[in-house]
C-alpha cells in the first residue's frame, strides 16, 4: 500500500518537459518521470515521516541520493 501512495505522488509530480533540460546534465532520461529535485526531497522528507518501515528506507535512500555530491555537482548553479 505504502509504494502504491508513493508511485501515485511521483506520478502526480512528474514533468516529462524537464525530461530535456535533466538530459543536458548528462542524466538518462528513459524510465524517468521528469521529477524535479526540490520535489523529490519535499516528498522524500514526507515519507519519511510515515510510520513504516519500508517507506523510512525509502525515503532515506531517496535523500541520500538527492544530496550526494554526484547529483549536486551536475544541477545548475
Known sequence: MIVTEITNKLQKL???AQLAGMS???MEV????GVSVPDMRKLAKEIKLIND???RWIA???LRELTSEKILNKLPN
Not at 30 to 33: N, S
Open 14 to 16: 512528474a514533468n516529462p
Open 24 to 26: 543536458k546534465f548528462g
Open 30 to 33: 528513459e524510465q524517468r518521470l
Open 53 to 55: 518501515k519500508t517507506a
Open 60 to 62: 532515506a535512500d531517496a
